[in-house]
DNA sequence: CCATCTTTGTGCACACGTTCACAAACGCAT
DNA sequence: ATGCGTTTGTGAACGTGTGCACAAAGATGG
């Protein structure tokens, strides 16, 4: 099926009145930057193999896009193809790597030493292009002192030292949502300008600094999405069609709703469906 | 900053031929869904706190998004709101919840139990919203047994029980790449028809199946894409445009690749930038 | 009942992303 | 050399998503 997933709704910043910026300052699109780990990946495995060439047919299907979207995203990094022949496979790579900065190391801070931070420390994916654990850290005495994946964890006080020290630019945050604010104004504060959030939380930061989140919970939730759509596709005509009506229905809806509920924190909502799992899709509030 | 990131790039199977769905079988852009969760999240909030109504300006704030975009978001699910007031937070909350499916409970497999599977399993936000663990699965014998977050670790076997005894819709993959696949298929063959997956590969799944993907790895590279930008932000003029020139130079370089890397699995490039760090966003290959 | 103020809902224009489809470029055989 | 088959690179059409700006709708006070 493949769920469309547009945009998977990442900009953690609500666009601070900032200067717009196109967000392809030298010409390459996002959609585009955000394919070219794939076809890293793909690519690293034909490598391994050693095959030396590849067509736009072969790559795509192997990184999971259309032929038409591959050429045209490495058309903007440049002409690296052979017509008739296809694209040189280590050369590729090289390219690859080098737009995505991979050439380069990258160190790397985790905070929050918890079941995700060491899942995350031990994750091979790590070191393998260009990204190094510089430290974990953790606030809680009871965990620092101890080692994940071979590492000491530090506290959190030493992280200006680590961010100044090694050159750090990035940092993960895998705290409870609870301490992620404040942890991201620290490391900004630090000097790292790239943040990986995990806590389900949307951090602010200032301008120059970029955040990418990743939630579990999310993406759960637009799996359910979808997964209730194919549940009842065959009542395509009615399926909770009310609710969209305007009119007095609508208007006589929200009075009802605003008389009982001044208080606030009364039942989600007059009358929930009686029905079972089926029956959620039915009408406006019960009717 | 706040990077762009429009598609994150996440459908799985490249269009199998399909049908060619709109993916928004009943109105709802994909863009939207992904961000109902925030919504969601914003006002359980708020609900906890009390707060009766809010503003769609208060509410993007707290979910990082703009006010416009999130009065056409809930356009779509309808008017909810009250001009001149805003929006009942209970009732969105309900609404919302009805909308993602949530209302109902969802079983859940999480399928190898690693550093990460085991993060997966005690993370709170799973139970806290409408999604359950069904049953822990590995295939390894010695992990067979162990418990996390107080359920057993069952056996890969046991899956296909699991799966029909319980209903189960949605699985998790948490195994090493290798074997996602393989994961993946016997899944869906159980029943799965939602798939997240935190194993860096490509999954293919026949019509009819949900994928979304979760990767460490990319995400981080994005990032070094977006943070070697900013460090090289000066010389905007010139950064490597050869590699972008078409005509001899291009056809020029194109030849030399071949004639030397018949046997591919040669050096990355003929004759990588003897530069530093700063080096690498040099000319062509080398030249 | 009217005036005023607040906030929603949405038409519209624009930006971005995707896909089609085809000419140009290349390898290779004759 | 010439012609043929293959595959790239890209112009153009289309679809989706975003943001502005404003009319309509309701609240509130007199």
Chains 1, 2 share one sequence.
Request: proline letters at 7%.
């Amino acid at each position: 099926m493949a769920i469309g997933r547009p945009t998977q709704s990442s900009s953690q910043t609500p666009d601070a009145g900032a200067a717009r910026r196109p967000s392809r300052a030298r010409g390459i699109p996002e959609a585009t930057v955000a394919r070219l780990p794939l076809y890293l990946r793909a690519l690293t495995a034909l490598s391994e193999r050693s095959v030396p060439t590849v067509s736009s047919e072969e790559l795509a299907t192997a990184a999971g896009v259309n032929s038409a979207k591959l050429r045209k995203d490495f058309s903007y990094l440049g002409s690296y193809g052979t017509r008739g022949v296809g694209y040189d496979v280590e050369y590729l790579v090289y390219q690859i790597s080098r737009e995505l900065g991979l050439t380069q190391d990258w160190p790397v801070v985790i905070v929050g030493i918890g079941n995700l931070g060491h899942a995350l420390a031990n994750y091979g994916g790590f070191a393998s292009r260009g990204f190094r654990v510089a430290a974990l850290l953790d606030a809680d005495p009871a965990v620092v002192g101890s080692s994940a994946a071979g590492l000491p964890v530090r506290h959190m006080d030493e992280l200006e030292a680590i961010v100044a020290g090694q050159q750090v630019s990035i940092g993960v945050i895998t705290t409870p949502p609870g301490a992620a604010q404040q942890v991201c104004d620290r490391l900004v504060e630090a000097g790292v300008t790239s943040i990986l959030n995990f806590a389900p939380t949307v951090l602010t930061v200032p301008d120059g600094v970029d955040v990418r989140k990743v939630d579990l919970s999310i993406e759960l939730q637009i799996l359910a999405f979808h997964e209730q759509r194919k549940a009842g596709e065959e009542p395509t005509q009615d399926g909770g069609m009310l609710d969209r009506a305007p009119g007095p229905v609508r208007a006589a809806a929200a009075k009802l709703r605003r008389a009982a509920g001044g208080t606030a924190k009364a039942e989600p909502a007059k009358g929930k469906p009686g029905k079972g799992t089926e029956g959620e899709r039915s009408a406006v509030m019960p009717a």
